[in-house]
């Protein structure tokens, strides 16, 4: 994969989707915090679906530590592993109210240093909320990244470290939401849809489909 296909991959997937955005739904830095925090191991529907009757009883760091575990779990218990969650989102929620003056950090150091927030998590509100060029590599982007050849790796630290290096500057931005997107829908796990692809005679995956 050499630079010019690489350009132009991410050339056209911002021409068939100039402004790329995560699925999971809020109104806040706190609020998206939190969805990511719930989207472990869960799909972006089911987070929605929860944080639709959640939000608009608390939606800041006050309000749902007000909850309390035993409140919070009924708005969050459809969610996969919602008891842990519940308890490391009002951890959370104490952290931010006695260090960041209930405000989320724009620092990478300090959002790892939540419970519930690693890495993946830190990069997509460093991304989505600050407009900062992380890439958080979940399964789909690292599924994406190797099929293709844009930024092979045998692990997510990996692959993050060369999409920072590979990716043209001018689609640094928005490049973790296209491949995401096109990893849930297009370049999907079972059989990936390369005859519906827009990027087919740029990838370099050798087992493509008629699909």
Not at 117 to 138: E, H, S
């Amino acid at each position: 994969m050499n630079k010019e296909k690489r350009h132009e991959i991410f050339r056209r997937l911002r021409e068939h989707n100039p402004n790329p955005t995560t699925e999971l739904e809020y109104h806040s830095t706190f609020e998206l915090l939190i969805a990511v925090i719930l989207s472990a191991q869960a799909t972006d529907v089911s987070v929605n679906k929860a944080t639709a009757k959640l939000y608009p009883v608390a939606n800041t760091p006050q309000a749902i530590l007000k909850l309390g575990v035993k409140g919070l779990t009924p708005y969050i218990k459809t969610i996969g592993l919602y008891n842990a969650k519940a308890e490391n989102i009002i951890k959370t929620c104490q952290i931010l109210l006695n260090q960041h003056g209930g405000e989320v950090p724009c620092d990478r150091k300090a959002l790892e240093a939540l419970p519930g927030v690693g890495r993946k998590t830190a990069n997509v509100v460093l991304n989505t909320a600050f407009g900062l060029p992380a890439m958080a590599v979940d399964t789909h982007i690292f599924r994406v990244s190797n099929r293709t050849k844009i930024a092979p790796g045998k692990n997510v630290l990996e692959v993050e470290k060369k999409l920072l290096k590979f990716v043209p500057e001018e689609f640094l931005q928005d490049a973790h939401h296209w491949l995401i997107l096109h990893g849930r829908y297009v370049c999907t796990a079972r059989k990936p849809r390369c005859g519906a692809c827009i990027i087919e005679d740029l990838c370099e995956f050798k087992d493509k489909t008629s699909d």
